[in-house]
């Protein structure tokens, strides 16, 4: 079962979820928990929201006389028996040490370190249920894909969660295609973790890269700060972790997450971190929408180059000043996988990509499209279209952001996509244009 190392206790690591990503992310951390006996505990639970699923018989797991292949059965019952998540990561053998459970308060029972791994719209519910069940000191990443967007205004899923569960959250976000990383595909990431500095008994030194200007504080009490993109909640104070389990630090989450096939770059920037993921859902879509047109590449790049901007710029206005993490930083969106690369494999082969394409080429619905080509999967690009439109509205900012505004635009049957073009010509160049005529 492996040495304790230095410290009387380990690390137990709860995923939270278990669709794609986060069934891909179990597998992660299970080869690595395995690998650092003296920091982590052997076995990783998953929380799966449990459903039936009957076995295809294209599957290489159908057996005819087999009862877990005539009749529908319990996913949770599936995953650990063939250790493989049959219905959301088909075809990928998942280490026998990632425990299935439906039971989220059986599954996050003792666990130190919560990695949040479902689609953005579960989250609210599943931290009620998940109140009142962790250890207090526990710490989360957010692997979520979104934006929480509330009439209390716009907040990361790492603020969010760590909010309603009183718990420090921080965030991993890349160049990810599940199916990809789960293959052992090269793959690079970013995880943004800043936590205050009682839970590492190495601190990274002030001043120098992935230092944060908030590690001298033990509490996040400056939440009623008046930045439109931050949590605005109540006065929290966090739980110290316990001395007798190692450090929570940037070098302990890289043996959480590292892999020789998924490079993990760590960063203090948890809202650069969480926008990058978040927004560039939306840009996938717009470059689906000219894809389905048949424009070609030349457009899926005009596309992405605004995107890019808007990217930086929504987290320049409105994050600029979190209370819980270190200020937006330009170069998270240009020099990390969480920003233009993110961007770059999203419009190539992601869902919401691929999804959007065939919408405006059939001329289908996208929800259509998601229930007929995902199998249970979700998207999450076009409810952030939504939540990201409704924000901006309320910040009178739509005109500001027109390939986001467009996008909703579209999503909602009051512009085409045929109109992309228009919607996002800078000013500047049509008065000049004016002007020559
Ligand atoms: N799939 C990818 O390639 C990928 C890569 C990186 C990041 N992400 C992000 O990771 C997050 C999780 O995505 P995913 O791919 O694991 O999920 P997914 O798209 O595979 O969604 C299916 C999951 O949703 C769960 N679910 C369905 N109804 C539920 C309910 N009512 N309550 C709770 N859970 C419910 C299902 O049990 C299943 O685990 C998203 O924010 C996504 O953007 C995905
Ligand atoms: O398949 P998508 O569009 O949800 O994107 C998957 C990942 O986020 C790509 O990094």
């Not at 110290?240 to 490079?263: E, G, I, Q, V, W």
């Not at 900012?397 to 635009?409: D, G, H, I, Q, R």
Request: charge should be negative; hydrophobic fraction near 35%; include cysteine.
């Amino acid at each position: 079962m492996g040495s304790l190392g230095v410290h009387g206790k380990r690390h137990r690591v709860c995923v939270v979820g278990s669709g794609n990503w986060g069934t891909t992310i179990a597998k992660v951390v299970a080869e690595n928990v395995g690998e650092h006996a003296d920091i982590f505990e052997p076995e990783v639970q998953m929380w799966v929201f449990e459903e039936e699923y009957h076995l295809p018989s294209d599957s290489k797991h159908y057996d005819a006389h087999s009862e877990l292949s005539k009749k529908p059965q319990k996913l949770t019952d599936l995953i650990n028996h063939f250790h493989e998540n049959v219905k959301y990561l088909p075809g990928i053998p998942i280490p026998a040490t990632v425990i299935a459970n439906p039971d989220i308060a059986a599954a996050v029972k003792d666990a130190t370190i919560l990695v949040f791994n479902l689609p953005h719209q579960f989250i609210g519910k599943t931290c009620e249920q998940l109140h009142g069940n962790i250890v207090p000191y526990a710490r989360g990443i957010s692997c979520i894909k979104g934006l929480a967007v509330s009439d209390r205004g716009c907040e990361l899923f790492s603020e969010s969660i760590g909010q309603k569960l009183n718990i420090y959250c921080g965030a991993l976000s890349g160049a990810n295609i599940a199916n990809e990383v789960a293959q052992e595909k090269f793959s690079e990431t970013t995880v943004a973790y800043d936590p205050p500095p009682m839970d590492s008994k190495h601190p990274t030194p002030a001043g120098t890269p992935g230092a944060s200007p908030h590690q001298s504080q033990l509490d996040l009490t400056k939440l009623n700060n008046a930045n439109p993109g931050s949590t605005k909640g109540k006065k929290r104070k966090l739980q110290p972790l316990p001395s007798d389990y190692p450090p929570l630090n940037h070098a302990t989450m890289k043996k959480l997450f590292h892999r020789p096939y998924f490079h993990v770059h760590l960063t203090s920037d948890v809202a650069g971190v969480s926008l990058g993921g978040a927004l560039k859902n939306i840009v996938a879509l717009a470059a689906g929408f000219v894809d389905g047109l048949g424009w070609g590449d030349n457009a899926k790049a005009a596309v992405m180059r605004v995107g890019i901007l808007e990217e930086v710029k929504f987290g320049k206005t409105f994050f600029s000043d979190s209370p819980t993490s270190s200020p937006v930083r330009t170069e998270t969106f240009t020099e990390e996988s969480c920003g233009v690369a993110d961007l770059i494999t999203s419009c190539s082969g992601g869902r919401n990509f691929r999804c959007a394409r065939m919408s405006v080429a059939e001329k289908i619905p996208i929800e259509e499209i998601e229930k007929r080509e995902l199998n249970g999967q979700k998207l999450q690009g076009t409810s952030t279209a939504y939540e990201v439109n409704a924000f901006l509205k309320k910040e009178g900012k739509e005109k500001e952001f027109p390939l986001f505004t467009a996008v909703y635009n579209i999503l909602e049957g009051k512009n085409r996509p045929e109109e992309i073009p228009r919607l996002i010509e800078r000013a500047d160049e049509e008065e000049e244009v004016d002007g020559h005529t």
